[in-house]
C-alpha cells in the first residue's frame, strides 16, 4: 500500500512563491509517471504538470513559465516549484503517482491547499 504526503501549501501573496512536495512511500518497483493537478472550488480538477521517469515533462498552459515540476527517483519525492502565484492559482492541489508492484497502480494525495490572496 502506497501512502503519498503533500506539503508546502499555504497563503501567500499575489507574485509570490510556494514549493510543494510529495513523498510516497510503501511498496514500489517502479515509478512512472508523478503529477500535479489541482481543484479550485466549484470547478473540475485539471492537470498541473506531470513529469514521466524520462523526464519529459507537460504543464498546463496557465503555468507555462511559472511552474517548474521535479522529481527524486532515489526518494520517491515530487515537487512543485511555483512562482508568480496569481490569485487564480488558489485551490487545493493533488499528488498523483503512476507506479509498479504487483500492478500498475494510480494513487492520489490527499491535497493541499494554497491560496493567493493580498
Known amino acids: 500500500q502506497v501512502q503519498l504526503v503533500e506539503s508546502g501549501g499555504g497563503l501567500v501573496q499575489p507574485g509570490g512563491s510556494l514549493r510543494l512536495s510529495c513523498a510516497a512511500s510503501?511498496?514500489?518497483?517502479?515509478?512512472?509517471?508523478m503529477g500535479w493537478y489541482r481543484q479550485a472550488p466549484g470547478k473540475q480538477r485539471e492537470l498541473v504538470a506531470v513529469?514521466?521517469?524520462?523526464?519529459?515533462?507537460n504543464y498546463a498552459a496557465s503555468v507555462k513559465g511559472r511552474f517548474t515540476i521535479s522529481r527524486d527517483n532515489a526518494k520517491n519525492t515530487v515537487y512543485l516549484q511555483m512562482n508568480s502565484l496569481k490569485p487564480e492559482d488558489t485551490a487545493v492541489y493533488y499528488c498523483?503517482?503512476?507506479?509498479?508492484?504487483?500492478?500498475?497502480?494510480?494513487?492520489w494525495g490527499q491535497g493541499t491547499l494554497v491560496t493567493v490572496s493580498s
Open positions: 510503501g511498496s514500489i518497483l517502479v515509478m512512472y509517471t
Open positions: 498523483n503517482v503512476d507506479y509498479f508492484w504487483t500492478s500498475r497502480v494510480e494513487v
Open positions: 513529469m514521466t521517469s524520462g523526464g519529459s515533462t
